[in-house]
């Protein structure tokens, strides 16, 4: 089944996202496969915002290792309190980097990168991945972004069985 994304051209970000959370939520419950879910939410959120990098890590044992995504070629494995992606996972919170060269540790997958958030993803409030958006643009990212990509993940959350 052919599926389709829609927005309004030339729509404020907030309205963006107001538009694309019900057609993703339909789109997560009417697939059961993670890897195919978080492929075409990687891909919508990409094509909507024009994002540098969009993607998920998923944890196994000590580490997150890539998962979905759209973007250049990625950091693979990322362990436990490491960059953006491993803090998020280690403090179970959402983070939002306006430069990422001034965050202690950051991990630069891409040289590009400029800014960053990232967004755990729970089973059972227990973090199971993370939710990876890259800017090549300083401060690209705000209080808007935090709201509706943590909204997401809880879409994604309910889809994980």
Aim: proline share 3%; hydrophobic share 45%; aromatic share 8%.
């Amino acid at each position: 089944m052919s599926e389709s994304i829609s927005i309004t051209k030339g729509a404020a970000k907030a309205i963006a996202y107001q538009e694309l959370l019900p057609q993703i939520e339909h789109l997560l419950h009417h697939e059961s496969d993670l890897i195919a879910n978080l492929a075409n939410v990687s891909a919508v959120l990409k094509e909507a915002f024009g994002f540098f990098w969009v993607g998920f890590y998923l944890v196994q044992k000590d580490e997150l290792v890539l998962g979905p995504f759209q973007g250049s070629l990625a950091c693979t494995r990322i362990k436990k309190g490491r960059g953006v992606c491993g803090k998020s996972w280690e403090n179970a919170q959402t983070i939002l980097v306006p430069d990422v060269e001034l965050f202690p540790e950051h991990i630069a997958c891409s040289s590009l990168s400029r800014s960053e958030i990232v967004v755990p993803v729970f089973r059972n409030s227990v973090v199971v991945g993370v939710l990876d958006v890259d800017s090549d643009k300083i401060n690209d990212f705000d209080q808007l972004d935090v709201q509706y990509l943590e909204k997401l993940s809880a879409l994604i959350s309910q889809t994980i069985i």
